[in-house]
Protein backbone atom coordinates (compact mmCIF):
# COMPACT_ATOMS: atom_id res chain seq x y z
CA UNK A 1 0.00 0.00 0.00
CA UNK A 2 1.74 2.74 -0.93
CA UNK A 3 1.97 5.91 0.99
CA UNK A 4 1.71 9.58 0.11
CA UNK A 5 4.52 10.43 -2.45
CA UNK A 6 5.69 14.06 -3.50
CA UNK A 7 8.38 15.12 -5.93
CA UNK A 8 10.63 16.22 -6.48
CA UNK A 9 12.53 15.99 -3.03
CA UNK A 10 14.61 18.59 -3.05
CA UNK A 11 14.41 22.09 -5.43
CA UNK A 12 16.53 25.63 -6.16
CA UNK A 13 15.14 27.96 -7.34
CA UNK A 14 16.05 31.78 -7.81
CA UNK A 15 13.75 35.12 -7.28
CA UNK A 16 11.10 35.68 -9.61
CA UNK A 17 10.88 31.96 -10.77
CA UNK A 18 8.09 29.35 -10.58
CA UNK A 19 7.58 26.21 -9.04
CA UNK A 20 5.65 22.95 -9.33
CA UNK A 21 5.35 20.85 -6.74
CA UNK A 22 3.44 17.52 -7.31
CA UNK A 23 1.69 14.81 -4.29
CA UNK A 24 0.10 11.73 -5.23
CA UNK A 25 -2.24 10.63 -2.20
CA UNK A 26 -2.59 7.20 0.14
CA UNK A 27 -4.22 4.69 -1.76
CA UNK A 28 -7.88 5.14 -1.43
CA UNK A 29 -7.38 8.92 -0.23
CA UNK A 30 -9.16 11.56 -2.39
CA UNK A 31 -8.26 14.69 -0.06
CA UNK A 32 -5.05 16.59 -0.50
CA UNK A 33 -3.77 19.63 1.56
CA UNK A 34 -0.66 21.36 1.59
CA UNK A 35 1.31 22.97 3.69
CA UNK A 36 4.69 24.82 4.22
CA UNK A 37 7.27 24.56 6.62
CA UNK A 38 9.79 27.06 7.59
CA UNK A 39 12.66 26.08 9.47
CA UNK A 40 11.96 25.94 12.94
CA UNK A 41 8.51 27.06 12.17
CA UNK A 42 5.38 24.21 12.44
CA UNK A 43 3.43 23.27 9.15
CA UNK A 44 0.89 25.91 7.58
CA UNK A 45 -1.63 25.07 5.92
CA UNK A 46 -2.47 26.87 2.46
CA UNK A 47 -5.04 25.19 0.94
CA UNK A 48 -7.01 21.90 0.57
CA UNK A 49 -8.52 19.91 -2.54
CA UNK A 50 -11.45 17.38 -2.47
CA UNK A 51 -13.18 16.45 -6.04
CA UNK A 52 -10.79 18.90 -7.69
CA UNK A 53 -11.36 21.88 -6.10
CA UNK A 54 -10.27 24.49 -3.70
CA UNK A 55 -12.18 23.33 -0.57
CA UNK A 56 -10.21 25.74 2.39
CA UNK A 57 -7.18 28.05 2.17
CA UNK A 58 -5.21 29.36 4.56
CA UNK A 59 -3.35 32.66 4.90
CA UNK A 60 -1.12 32.86 1.26
CA UNK A 61 -1.55 35.18 -1.30
CA UNK A 62 -2.85 34.33 -4.48
CA UNK A 63 1.33 33.23 -5.82
CA UNK A 64 -0.05 29.82 -4.39
CA UNK A 65 -2.39 28.26 -6.57
CA UNK A 66 -2.80 24.40 -6.90
CA UNK A 67 -5.04 21.82 -8.79
CA UNK A 68 -6.17 18.42 -8.14
CA UNK A 69 -6.80 16.06 -11.21
CA UNK A 70 -8.95 13.25 -11.47
CA UNK A 71 -6.94 10.45 -10.24
CA UNK A 72 -6.39 12.73 -7.11
CA UNK A 73 -3.44 13.45 -7.23
CA UNK A 74 -2.36 17.46 -6.49
CA UNK A 75 0.03 20.25 -7.52
CA UNK A 76 0.88 23.51 -6.31
CA UNK A 77 2.38 26.32 -8.30
CA UNK A 78 4.37 29.57 -6.78
CA UNK A 79 4.37 32.11 -9.21
CA UNK A 80 6.57 35.29 -8.25
CA UNK A 81 9.38 33.36 -5.80
CA UNK A 82 10.39 35.41 -3.03
CA UNK A 83 13.54 34.33 -0.83
CA UNK A 84 11.11 33.83 2.30
CA UNK A 85 9.33 31.21 0.06
CA UNK A 86 12.28 28.82 1.06
CA UNK A 87 10.63 25.94 3.56
CA UNK A 88 9.75 22.38 3.05
CA UNK A 89 6.34 21.90 1.60
CA UNK A 90 4.25 19.19 2.82
CA UNK A 91 1.64 17.79 1.22
CA UNK A 92 -1.16 15.38 3.12
CA UNK A 93 -3.94 13.14 2.15
CA UNK A 94 -7.12 12.06 3.87
CA UNK A 95 -10.93 10.52 3.41
CA UNK A 96 -13.24 13.13 2.40
CA UNK A 97 -16.21 13.99 4.64
CA UNK A 98 -18.20 11.27 5.40
CA UNK A 99 -16.39 8.63 4.72
CA UNK A 100 -14.92 7.85 8.04
CA UNK A 101 -11.24 8.25 9.31
CA UNK A 102 -11.60 11.60 7.77
CA UNK A 103 -9.73 12.91 10.68
CA UNK A 104 -6.61 11.43 10.17
CA UNK A 105 -3.92 13.28 7.79
CA UNK A 106 -1.20 11.55 6.41
CA UNK A 107 2.12 13.41 5.55
CA UNK A 108 4.26 12.93 2.70
CA UNK A 109 8.23 13.35 2.99
CA UNK A 110 7.80 17.20 1.36
CA UNK A 111 9.78 19.33 -1.44
CA UNK A 112 12.67 21.06 0.13
CA UNK A 113 12.23 24.40 -1.66
CA UNK A 114 15.64 27.15 -1.59
CA UNK A 115 15.13 30.15 -3.06
CA UNK A 116 18.34 32.15 -3.73
CA UNK B 1 -1.60 35.45 20.31
CA UNK B 2 -0.74 32.61 18.43
CA UNK B 3 -3.39 29.92 17.83
CA UNK B 4 -1.50 27.03 19.58
CA UNK B 5 1.75 27.48 21.74
CA UNK B 6 4.23 25.08 23.01
CA UNK B 7 7.26 26.25 24.88
CA UNK B 8 10.28 25.08 22.43
CA UNK B 9 12.80 23.74 24.47
CA UNK B 10 14.70 21.85 23.61
CA UNK B 11 14.24 19.42 26.63
CA UNK B 12 17.02 17.10 27.67
CA UNK B 13 16.49 14.07 29.17
CA UNK B 14 18.50 10.38 30.63
CA UNK B 15 17.31 7.82 29.10
CA UNK B 16 14.03 6.34 31.67
CA UNK B 17 13.07 9.88 32.52
CA UNK B 18 9.70 10.64 32.61
CA UNK B 19 9.14 14.01 30.70
CA UNK B 20 5.90 15.86 29.76
CA UNK B 21 5.01 18.38 27.40
CA UNK B 22 2.18 21.36 27.16
CA UNK B 23 0.29 22.91 24.53
CA UNK B 24 -2.55 25.29 24.92
CA UNK B 25 -4.41 27.08 22.49
CA UNK B 26 -6.39 30.22 21.50
CA UNK B 27 -9.83 29.22 19.83
CA UNK B 28 -12.46 27.93 21.67
CA UNK B 29 -14.09 26.32 18.13
CA UNK B 30 -11.27 23.81 18.47
CA UNK B 31 -12.59 20.34 17.77
CA UNK B 32 -10.17 17.72 17.80
CA UNK B 33 -6.44 17.75 19.09
CA UNK B 34 -3.29 15.66 17.92
CA UNK B 35 0.08 15.20 19.05
CA UNK B 36 2.50 15.02 16.02
CA UNK B 37 6.04 13.32 15.93
CA UNK B 38 8.30 14.70 13.85
CA UNK B 39 12.10 13.57 13.05
CA UNK B 40 14.85 15.44 11.95
CA UNK B 41 14.36 17.03 8.18
CA UNK B 42 11.24 13.80 8.24
CA UNK B 43 7.58 14.34 7.52
CA UNK B 44 5.24 14.77 10.60
CA UNK B 45 3.83 11.57 11.60
CA UNK B 46 0.90 10.92 13.72
CA UNK B 47 1.56 10.38 17.25
CA UNK B 48 -2.06 10.04 18.63
CA UNK B 49 -5.05 11.66 19.48
CA UNK B 50 -6.35 13.69 22.59
CA UNK B 51 -9.69 13.14 23.52
CA UNK B 52 -11.34 14.89 27.53
CA UNK B 53 -11.19 11.82 28.97
CA UNK B 54 -7.65 11.34 28.59
CA UNK B 55 -6.56 8.39 26.17
CA UNK B 56 -3.20 6.33 26.52
CA UNK B 57 -0.93 4.28 24.41
CA UNK B 58 2.01 2.16 26.37
CA UNK B 59 4.62 5.13 27.25
CA UNK B 60 2.69 7.76 26.47
CA UNK B 61 -0.41 9.48 27.84
CA UNK B 62 -2.71 12.44 26.61
CA UNK B 63 -4.78 14.12 28.42
CA UNK B 64 -7.25 17.42 27.39
CA UNK B 65 -8.42 20.20 29.37
CA UNK B 66 -11.33 22.13 26.95
CA UNK B 67 -12.36 24.90 30.10
CA UNK B 68 -8.53 25.57 30.04
CA UNK B 69 -7.94 24.75 26.50
CA UNK B 70 -4.58 23.08 27.43
CA UNK B 71 -3.13 19.81 26.03
CA UNK B 72 -0.40 17.58 27.85
CA UNK B 73 1.90 14.70 26.61
CA UNK B 74 3.72 12.53 29.04
CA UNK B 75 6.15 10.47 28.00
CA UNK B 76 7.57 7.60 30.44
CA UNK B 77 10.55 5.66 30.32
CA UNK B 78 12.23 8.01 27.62
CA UNK B 79 13.95 6.04 25.23
CA UNK B 80 16.60 7.31 22.40
CA UNK B 81 14.27 6.71 19.67
CA UNK B 82 12.49 9.08 21.42
CA UNK B 83 14.36 12.25 20.48
CA UNK B 84 12.12 14.21 17.75
CA UNK B 85 10.26 17.39 17.81
CA UNK B 86 6.59 17.20 19.17
CA UNK B 87 3.98 19.46 17.20
CA UNK B 88 0.78 19.76 18.99
CA UNK B 89 -2.24 20.09 16.69
CA UNK B 90 -5.88 21.31 16.79
CA UNK B 91 -8.86 21.25 14.19
CA UNK B 92 -11.53 23.37 13.66
CA UNK B 93 -14.29 22.24 10.98
CA UNK B 94 -13.27 18.92 8.87
CA UNK B 95 -9.81 19.53 7.49
CA UNK B 96 -7.74 22.38 8.06
CA UNK B 97 -4.89 21.40 11.02
CA UNK B 98 -3.51 24.16 13.26
CA UNK B 99 0.09 22.76 14.46
CA UNK B 100 2.09 24.94 17.44
CA UNK B 101 6.09 25.13 15.95
CA UNK B 102 6.72 22.30 18.35
CA UNK B 103 8.84 21.11 21.21
CA UNK B 104 12.52 19.56 20.74
CA UNK B 105 13.16 16.91 22.68
CA UNK B 106 16.54 15.09 23.09
CA UNK B 107 17.08 11.60 25.47
CA UNK B 108 20.50 10.90 25.98
CA UNK B 109 22.38 7.68 27.34
Known amino acids: DAGVTQSPTHLIKTRGQQVTLRCSPKSGHDTVSWYQQALGQGPQFIFQYYEEEERQRGNFPDRFSGHQFPNYSSELNVNALLLGDSALYLCASSLGPGQGEGETQYFGPGTRLLVL | RKEVEQDPGPFNVPEGATVAFNCTYSNSASQSFFWYRQDCRKEPKLLMS???SGNEDGRFTAQLNRASQYISLLIRDSKLSDSATYLC??????????FGKGTMLLVSP
Open chain 2, 50 to 52: VYS
Open chain 2, 89 to 98: VVRRGYSTLT
